[in-house]
Protein backbone atom coordinates (compact mmCIF):
# COMPACT_ATOMS: atom_id res chain seq x y z
CA UNK A 1 0.00 0.00 0.00
CA UNK A 2 1.37 3.33 -1.11
CA UNK A 3 2.59 5.86 1.81
CA UNK A 4 0.12 8.70 1.94
CA UNK A 5 1.70 12.74 1.86
CA UNK A 6 -0.07 14.68 4.33
CA UNK A 7 0.10 18.12 4.15
CA UNK A 8 0.96 20.63 7.86
CA UNK A 9 -2.54 21.21 7.79
CA UNK A 10 -3.47 17.30 7.90
CA UNK A 11 -1.35 16.37 10.76
CA UNK A 12 -3.67 15.10 13.09
CA UNK A 13 -4.87 12.98 10.56
CA UNK A 14 -1.97 11.81 9.57
CA UNK A 15 -1.19 10.90 13.26
CA UNK A 16 -4.63 8.43 13.45
CA UNK A 17 -3.64 6.35 10.12
CA UNK A 18 -0.12 6.00 11.59
CA UNK A 19 -1.37 4.25 14.47
CA UNK A 20 -4.34 2.48 12.07
CA UNK A 21 -0.96 1.22 10.01
CA UNK A 22 0.49 -0.20 13.23
CA UNK A 23 -2.93 -1.90 14.82
CA UNK A 24 -3.15 -3.55 11.46
CA UNK A 25 0.73 -4.27 11.55
CA UNK A 26 0.02 -5.88 14.54
CA UNK A 27 -3.28 -8.00 13.76
CA UNK A 28 -1.35 -9.10 10.63
CA UNK A 29 1.56 -10.55 12.67
CA UNK A 30 -0.75 -11.87 15.40
CA UNK A 31 -3.45 -14.20 16.05
CA UNK A 32 -5.07 -11.18 18.19
CA UNK A 33 -8.48 -9.95 16.34
CA UNK A 34 -8.44 -5.93 17.00
CA UNK A 35 -10.57 -4.94 13.26
CA UNK A 36 -13.20 -3.48 16.03
CA UNK A 37 -10.88 -1.41 16.85
CA UNK A 38 -9.27 -0.76 13.52
CA UNK A 39 -12.71 0.21 12.41
CA UNK A 40 -13.25 2.95 14.82
CA UNK A 41 -10.17 4.98 14.40
CA UNK A 42 -10.60 4.55 10.54
CA UNK A 43 -14.16 6.54 11.06
CA UNK A 44 -12.68 8.85 13.23
CA UNK A 45 -10.17 9.42 10.97
CA UNK A 46 -12.73 9.95 8.05
CA UNK A 47 -14.66 12.04 10.74
CA UNK A 48 -11.88 14.11 11.48
CA UNK A 49 -10.38 14.61 7.73
CA UNK A 50 -14.64 16.10 6.85
CA UNK A 51 -14.09 18.64 10.34
CA UNK A 52 -10.41 19.75 8.31
CA UNK A 53 -11.77 20.05 4.63
CA UNK A 54 -14.97 21.59 5.80
CA UNK A 55 -13.18 25.23 6.86
CA UNK A 56 -9.66 25.27 4.61
CA UNK A 57 -8.67 28.89 3.79
CA UNK A 58 -7.44 29.68 0.67
CA UNK A 59 -4.02 29.30 1.06
CA UNK A 60 -4.51 25.83 1.97
CA UNK A 61 -6.85 25.33 -0.76
CA UNK A 62 -3.67 26.14 -2.88
CA UNK A 63 -1.99 23.49 -1.15
CA UNK A 64 -4.54 20.85 -2.13
CA UNK A 65 -4.04 22.20 -5.93
CA UNK A 66 -0.36 21.24 -5.53
CA UNK A 67 -0.71 18.33 -3.77
CA UNK A 68 2.17 15.50 -5.86
CA UNK A 69 -0.70 12.75 -5.52
CA UNK A 70 -3.54 14.47 -7.16
CA UNK A 71 -4.89 13.29 -10.62
CA UNK A 72 -3.54 14.94 -13.57
CA UNK A 73 -4.80 15.15 -16.83
CA UNK A 74 -3.72 11.62 -18.01
CA UNK A 75 -5.30 10.13 -14.96
CA UNK A 76 -8.53 11.90 -16.19
CA UNK A 77 -7.95 10.78 -20.03
CA UNK A 78 -7.23 7.39 -19.43
CA UNK A 79 -10.25 6.93 -16.79
CA UNK A 80 -13.31 9.43 -18.86
CA UNK A 81 -12.03 8.65 -22.48
CA UNK A 82 -11.68 5.84 -24.47
CA UNK A 83 -9.86 5.31 -28.10
CA UNK A 84 -7.39 8.24 -27.07
CA UNK A 85 -4.28 8.37 -29.29
CA UNK A 86 -1.48 10.93 -28.63
CA UNK A 87 -0.46 13.33 -31.27
CA UNK A 88 2.70 15.15 -31.00
CA UNK A 89 4.80 18.46 -32.15
CA UNK A 90 3.85 21.92 -33.04
CA UNK A 91 4.94 21.88 -36.59
CA UNK A 92 7.56 24.83 -35.95
CA UNK A 93 10.39 23.50 -33.16
CA UNK A 94 9.80 21.08 -31.23
CA UNK A 95 7.02 18.40 -29.13
CA UNK A 96 6.56 20.03 -25.90
CA UNK A 97 5.42 17.49 -23.22
CA UNK A 98 4.41 19.76 -20.46
CA UNK A 99 0.84 19.77 -22.76
CA UNK A 100 -0.56 16.29 -23.65
CA UNK A 101 -3.66 15.68 -26.21
CA UNK A 102 -5.04 14.04 -28.67
CA UNK A 103 -8.26 12.34 -30.46
CA UNK A 104 -10.25 10.15 -28.19
CA UNK A 105 -13.98 9.77 -27.39
CA UNK A 106 -16.35 10.64 -24.49
CA UNK A 107 -19.30 8.36 -24.13
CA UNK A 108 -18.65 6.98 -28.14
CA UNK A 109 -18.74 10.83 -28.92
CA UNK A 110 -15.15 11.52 -31.05
CA UNK A 111 -13.60 14.59 -29.65
CA UNK A 112 -10.34 16.32 -29.35
CA UNK A 113 -8.62 16.46 -25.41
CA UNK A 114 -5.64 18.12 -23.99
CA UNK A 115 -4.08 19.67 -21.33
CA UNK A 116 -1.17 19.85 -18.89
CA UNK A 117 0.73 17.75 -17.05
CA UNK A 118 3.29 18.03 -14.56
CA UNK A 119 5.10 14.34 -13.95
CA UNK A 120 5.38 12.17 -10.82
CA UNK A 121 8.87 11.38 -10.24
CA UNK A 122 12.01 14.03 -10.69
CA UNK A 123 12.52 12.72 -13.82
CA UNK A 124 9.32 12.93 -15.09
CA UNK A 125 8.89 16.34 -13.92
CA UNK A 126 12.00 17.47 -15.46
CA UNK A 127 10.61 15.69 -18.52
CA UNK A 128 7.51 17.64 -18.61
CA UNK A 129 8.90 20.73 -17.00
CA UNK A 130 6.62 20.56 -14.09
CA UNK A 131 3.33 21.65 -16.27
CA UNK A 132 4.95 24.82 -17.32
CA UNK A 133 4.43 25.00 -20.83
CA UNK A 134 6.53 26.28 -23.69
CA UNK A 135 5.79 28.62 -26.85
CA UNK A 136 5.64 25.33 -28.60
CA UNK A 137 3.38 23.28 -26.22
CA UNK A 138 0.80 26.09 -26.65
CA UNK A 139 1.55 25.98 -30.58
CA UNK A 140 0.69 22.17 -30.17
CA UNK A 141 -2.53 22.91 -28.18
CA UNK A 142 -3.89 25.40 -30.68
CA UNK A 143 -2.69 22.68 -33.87
CA UNK A 144 -5.23 20.21 -31.71
CA UNK A 145 -7.79 22.64 -31.53
CA UNK A 146 -7.76 23.91 -35.04
CA UNK A 147 -7.93 19.93 -36.30
CA UNK A 148 -11.17 19.28 -33.92
CA UNK A 149 -12.60 22.43 -35.44
CA UNK A 150 -11.58 20.84 -39.47
CA UNK A 151 -13.36 17.86 -38.10
CA UNK A 152 -15.99 19.33 -36.24
CA UNK A 153 -15.11 17.83 -33.07
CA UNK A 154 -16.12 18.99 -29.56
CA UNK A 155 -12.62 20.20 -27.44
CA UNK A 156 -12.07 19.00 -23.92
CA UNK A 157 -8.95 20.77 -21.95
CA UNK A 158 -7.99 20.37 -18.68
CA UNK A 159 -5.95 22.92 -17.00
CA UNK A 160 -2.95 22.24 -14.21
CA UNK A 161 -0.29 24.34 -14.44
CA UNK A 162 1.82 27.10 -12.04
CA UNK A 163 1.95 29.08 -14.98
CA UNK A 164 3.74 29.32 -18.70
CA UNK A 165 7.30 28.85 -18.87
CA UNK A 166 9.22 32.12 -18.10
CA UNK A 167 12.56 31.35 -18.96
CA UNK A 168 14.48 33.09 -21.90
CA UNK A 169 14.10 30.35 -24.13
CA UNK A 170 10.72 30.50 -24.48
CA UNK A 171 10.59 34.87 -24.74
CA UNK A 172 12.94 34.22 -27.52
CA UNK A 173 10.58 31.91 -29.43
CA UNK A 174 7.57 34.59 -28.72
CA UNK A 175 5.64 33.36 -25.26
CA UNK A 176 3.16 36.00 -24.91
CA UNK A 177 2.31 35.29 -28.93
CA UNK A 178 1.41 32.07 -28.43
CA UNK A 179 -0.53 32.55 -25.50
CA UNK A 180 -2.30 35.60 -26.94
CA UNK A 181 -3.22 33.86 -29.81
CA UNK A 182 -4.37 30.85 -28.62
CA UNK A 183 -6.45 32.98 -26.46
CA UNK A 184 -7.87 34.87 -30.16
CA UNK A 185 -8.16 31.53 -31.83
CA UNK A 186 -10.31 29.96 -29.18
CA UNK A 187 -12.50 33.06 -28.90
CA UNK A 188 -13.79 31.89 -32.14
CA UNK A 189 -13.41 28.91 -32.76
CA UNK A 190 -16.70 26.99 -34.44
CA UNK A 191 -16.42 23.68 -32.23
CA UNK A 192 -17.98 23.30 -28.43
CA UNK A 193 -15.06 24.05 -25.53
CA UNK A 194 -15.25 22.31 -22.17
CA UNK A 195 -12.61 23.27 -19.56
CA UNK A 196 -11.88 22.18 -16.28
CA UNK A 197 -9.50 23.16 -13.69
CA UNK A 198 -8.35 20.31 -12.03
CA UNK A 199 -5.35 21.74 -9.91
CA UNK A 200 -3.42 25.09 -10.24
CA UNK A 201 -5.33 27.41 -12.86
CA UNK A 202 -2.08 29.88 -13.59
CA UNK A 203 -1.87 33.32 -15.10
CA UNK A 204 -1.61 33.17 -19.17
CA UNK A 205 -0.09 29.62 -18.88
CA UNK A 206 -4.08 28.76 -17.87
CA UNK A 207 -5.82 31.10 -19.64
CA UNK A 208 -3.72 29.60 -23.52
CA UNK A 209 -5.96 27.16 -23.09
CA UNK A 210 -8.90 28.21 -21.20
CA UNK A 211 -11.19 30.05 -23.25
CA UNK A 212 -14.50 27.64 -23.62
CA UNK A 213 -18.32 27.59 -23.37
CA UNK A 214 -18.09 25.58 -20.02
CA UNK A 215 -15.93 25.93 -17.34
CA UNK A 216 -15.73 23.82 -14.51
CA UNK A 217 -13.48 23.59 -11.25
CA UNK A 218 -12.72 20.59 -9.38
CA UNK A 219 -14.07 21.80 -5.30
CA UNK A 220 -9.97 22.01 -4.53
CA UNK A 221 -8.59 23.67 -7.08
CA UNK A 222 -7.43 27.51 -7.89
CA UNK A 223 -7.31 29.38 -10.46
CA UNK A 224 -5.72 32.99 -10.93
CA UNK A 225 -3.87 35.81 -12.45
CA UNK A 226 -0.84 35.28 -10.80
CA UNK A 227 0.60 32.24 -7.44
CA UNK A 228 -0.62 33.94 -4.20
CA UNK A 229 4.14 33.64 -3.85
CA UNK A 230 3.82 35.61 -6.91
CA UNK A 231 1.70 38.70 -5.97
CA UNK A 232 3.45 38.87 -2.50
CA UNK A 233 6.76 39.05 -3.69
CA UNK A 234 5.07 42.00 -5.90
CA UNK A 235 3.42 43.74 -3.13
CA UNK A 236 5.40 43.05 0.09
CA UNK A 237 9.08 42.22 -1.27
CA UNK A 238 8.83 38.48 0.23
CA UNK A 239 6.69 35.34 -0.83
CA UNK A 240 6.03 35.02 2.94
CA UNK A 241 3.15 36.76 2.47
CA UNK A 242 1.41 34.09 0.32
CA UNK A 243 -1.07 33.34 2.61
CA UNK A 244 -2.14 36.60 3.01
CA UNK A 245 -1.96 37.08 -1.12
CA UNK A 246 -4.17 33.97 -1.37
CA UNK A 247 -7.02 35.57 0.66
CA UNK A 248 -6.92 38.28 -1.55
CA UNK A 249 -6.79 37.37 -4.90
CA UNK A 250 -9.85 35.17 -4.58
CA UNK A 251 -8.42 32.04 -6.22
CA UNK A 252 -11.27 29.32 -5.26
CA UNK A 253 -13.61 27.44 -6.72
CA UNK A 254 -16.44 29.26 -4.53
CA UNK A 255 -15.38 32.75 -4.61
CA UNK A 256 -14.72 32.25 -8.54
CA UNK A 257 -18.49 30.52 -8.62
CA UNK A 258 -19.68 33.46 -7.25
CA UNK A 259 -18.11 35.93 -9.83
CA UNK A 260 -19.39 34.31 -12.70
CA UNK A 261 -16.03 33.22 -13.86
CA UNK A 262 -16.46 29.29 -13.55
CA UNK A 263 -19.79 27.60 -14.55
CA UNK A 264 -19.85 24.63 -11.74
CA UNK A 265 -18.04 23.57 -9.42
CA UNK A 266 -17.33 19.68 -8.89
CA UNK A 267 -17.35 17.78 -5.67
CA UNK A 268 -14.30 15.74 -4.51
CA UNK A 269 -13.76 12.94 -2.46
CA UNK A 270 -13.13 13.94 1.39
CA UNK A 271 -9.89 14.54 2.16
CA UNK A 272 -9.37 15.57 -1.55
CA UNK A 273 -8.90 14.13 -5.43
CA UNK A 274 -6.03 12.54 -4.78
CA UNK A 275 -7.46 10.28 -1.70
CA UNK A 276 -9.87 8.54 -4.00
CA UNK A 277 -9.20 9.11 -7.47
CA UNK A 278 -11.68 6.34 -8.56
CA UNK A 279 -14.46 8.48 -7.52
CA UNK A 280 -12.92 11.55 -8.23
CA UNK A 281 -13.08 10.21 -12.40
CA UNK A 282 -16.75 8.85 -11.53
CA UNK A 283 -17.51 12.34 -10.12
CA UNK A 284 -16.30 14.52 -13.20
CA UNK A 285 -17.07 12.29 -15.72
CA UNK A 286 -20.72 12.81 -14.93
CA UNK A 287 -20.04 16.53 -14.58
CA UNK A 288 -18.45 16.77 -18.05
CA UNK A 289 -21.78 14.80 -19.15
CA UNK A 290 -23.94 17.87 -18.30
CA UNK A 291 -21.56 20.55 -19.59
CA UNK A 292 -21.55 18.57 -23.16
CA UNK A 293 -25.39 18.55 -22.97
CA UNK A 294 -25.69 22.13 -22.84
CA UNK A 295 -23.56 22.86 -25.76
CA UNK A 296 -23.75 20.05 -28.15
CA UNK A 297 -26.87 21.22 -29.93
CA UNK A 298 -25.65 24.79 -30.64
CA UNK A 299 -25.23 25.47 -33.84
CA UNK A 300 -21.54 27.40 -34.92
CA UNK A 301 -22.79 30.93 -34.91
CA UNK A 302 -24.75 30.66 -31.65
CA UNK A 303 -21.84 29.12 -29.99
CA UNK A 304 -19.78 32.32 -30.99
CA UNK A 305 -22.37 34.64 -29.89
CA UNK A 306 -23.01 32.63 -26.72
CA UNK A 307 -18.94 32.93 -26.39
CA UNK A 308 -18.51 36.52 -27.18
CA UNK A 309 -21.10 37.62 -24.44
CA UNK A 310 -19.99 35.01 -22.12
CA UNK A 311 -16.67 37.19 -22.53
CA UNK A 312 -17.98 39.68 -22.05
CA UNK A 313 -19.75 39.63 -19.27
CA UNK A 314 -16.60 38.67 -17.24
CA UNK A 315 -15.58 41.62 -13.98
CA UNK A 316 -17.72 44.06 -12.37
CA UNK A 317 -17.84 47.75 -12.19
CA UNK A 318 -20.08 51.19 -11.16
CA UNK A 319 -20.36 53.69 -13.82
CA UNK A 320 -20.22 56.68 -12.07
CA UNK A 321 -20.54 60.30 -13.13
CA UNK A 322 -19.41 63.42 -11.90
CA UNK A 323 -21.64 65.54 -9.89
CA UNK A 324 -23.10 68.33 -11.41
Known sequence: ??????????QPVAELEAKIEELRYVQSESAVDITLEIDQLSKKSHQLTKDIYSDLSPWQITKIARHPERPYTLDYIQGIFTDFVEMHGDRHFADDLSIVGGLARFNGQACMVLGQQKGRDTKERTLRNFGMSKPEGYRKALRLMKTAEKFKLPVFTFVDT???YPGIDAEERGQSEAIGRNIFEMAQLEVPIITTIIGEGGSGGALAISVADQVLMLQYSVYSVISPEGCA?????????????AEALGITAHRLKALSLVDKIVNEPVGGAHRDTAQMVSFLKRALGDAWRQVADLKPKELLER??????SYGRFTDTKAAK
Not at 233 to 245: H, P, Q
Not at 307 to 312: A, G, P, Q, S
Request: charged content about 35%; aromatic content about 12%.
Open 307 to 312: RYERLN
Open 233 to 245: SILWKTSEKAEVA
Open 162 to 164: PGA
Open 1 to 10: MAKKTFLDFE
